[in-house]
């Protein structure tokens, strides 16, 4: 379904945001190897969680949904998952397939994962390396793509693994596998990414010469997961850059996660001078929440290098619109991982700004933007790519044109953000 956007006169108001995505898949999968019941509250309702929900199932876990956004799950312990009867349908959901597949390699369940068109072409040879090292048996399409077909004969193998890329669904990916392995698997990361895995699992944790070494094994015990799943940061920075951008804003976003691995680009936006202030921090299980409010500010250029990129991974399209209203040019680096999203995000933008009149310039591995704060996007019919993260920064770039544009195929915003265009007309009537 294509969405229509009419340029805001302003845009004001409290948004209850969707719940976090990646600690909803986390709280439904980890439940289920806990032995006994958790109680989720505030569970994303969203599509790509609900792909988690569906495999769960599949594998034999009991997982009740009476209604207001909370979730029982009677979790079944490691050793009770059971071989499904048909595919494990990953959806869209890069985090379903890549976690599951730590855990059903290590469970040794023999089990299929597939997933639509955009994750059957998105790389899973990250993962296959290292659980084939481990000893599972995967067999894929051209070695790399999904369908995935696991088998395992023997106990797995420990690893010690330094990540190769900064992902955190590769290294919760291996932790997974590991905690069905006798001795310690390692995972040493170098550039952090977000640690939910860590923080929910209460896995060790060792800092060694500005690197951090995560072990997982059986003796780990599977806490229950019994909390309220913080409001999604990564909802939250549309309206933030939204807020920032548009002369006539004030956006208040209660109980938003502000986990220090996730808020990459809470840091940016403040190097760029927007206008925000965080109030009420405190705690929802092992993540901590703050109420954000943000107002209209003049923003300056930013330099965004591969350091901070894992930090602030899935808000880079919507930093891209923030980055078109500074005064100056913007680069960001380091950035590769983009190419292998929901679709290619360096290569998305370049085609929504290039449709927008925008200067910008795409590299292997990021972009420059040269801003202008009296910038006026020109009407377009912007494609989404089916990617959600992609038609959200599009709706709210198109907000800021002088007339109305269109976002194609803007349905794809349930992947993560199920009230996105309910929220933004909330904001602008
Ligand atoms: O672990 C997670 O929940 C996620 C990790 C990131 O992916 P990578 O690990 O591939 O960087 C991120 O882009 C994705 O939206 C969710
Ligand atoms: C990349 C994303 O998710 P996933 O990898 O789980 O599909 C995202 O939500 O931006």
Known sequence: MDYTVQPAASLHGILQLPADKSISHRAAMFAALHQGRSTITNFSEAADPHSTLDCMRELGVEIEEPGNHTLIVHGVGRDGLQTPSGDLDCGNSGTTMRLLSGIIAGSGVSARLTGDESLSVRTMKRIIEPLRAMGAHIEAREDDFAPLNFRRDAELKPLHFPLPIPSAQLKSCVLLAGLFGDGPTEVIETLPSRDHTERLLNLAIEEKEKKRIIRSSRKDVVPGQSYRVPNDFSAAAFWLVAGAIHPEAEISLPGVGLNPTRTGALGILQQMGADMEITNNDHEGAEPVADIRVKSSPLKPVKITGEVVPNCIDE??????????????????????????????????????????????????????????????????????????????????????????????????????????????????
Do not use: Q
Request: charged share 25%; net charge negative.
């Open 316 to 429: 880079i399209p919507i930093l891209a619109i923030a980055m078109l209203f500074a005064d100056g040019v913007s680069r960001v680096s380091g950035a590769e991982e983009l190419r292998h999203k929901e679709t290619d995000r360096l290569n998305a933008l370049a085609e929504m700004l290039e449709s927008a009149g925008a200067d910008f310039e795409e590299y292997k591995d990021g972009f420059t933007i040269k801003g202008d704060p009296d910038f006026r996007p020109d009407p377009a019919a912007f494609s989404s790519f089916h990617d959600h993260r992609i038609a959200m920064a599009a709706a709210v770039l198109a907000l800021m044109g002088p007339d109305s544009s269109t976002v194609l195929n803007g349905h794809c915003t349930a992947i993560s953000y199920p009230g996105f265009w309910e929220d933004l007309s909330l904001l602008t009537n």
